[in-house]
């Protein structure tokens, strides 16, 4: 037992269990964040084509004036 533990007993059993539901809780929160991530990309990916063919829609306008 270490000397927090023994002065704050309590304390430490808090500590232990914040530990624990940090522990089970990290996997979700790594996918969640993952599938944010991934639709974030995806979302990136759709802007940058839709610029990408307006650039080219533009260009082809002023080609044809």
């Known amino acids: 037992m270490t000397a927090?533990?023994?002065?704050f007993p309590a304390g430490?059993?808090?500590?232990?269990e914040a530990h624990r539901?940090?522990?089970?809780m990290f996997p979700r929160?790594?996918?969640l964040y993952r599938q944010m991530r991934r639709q974030a990309d995806e979302a990136d990916?759709?802007?940058?084509?839709?610029?990408?063919e307006g650039q080219?829609?533009?260009c082809e306008e002023r080609?044809?004036?």
């Open 4 to 7: 927090f533990e023994k002065q």
């Open 12 to 16: 430490a059993a808090l500590i232990e």
């Open 21 to 24: 539901a940090l522990a089970e």
């Open 29 to 31: 929160v790594d996918t």
């Open 45 to 52: 990916k759709r802007r940058q084509a839709a610029q990408e």
């Open 56 to 58: 080219r829609l533009l």
């Open 63 to 65: 080609e044809g004036e």
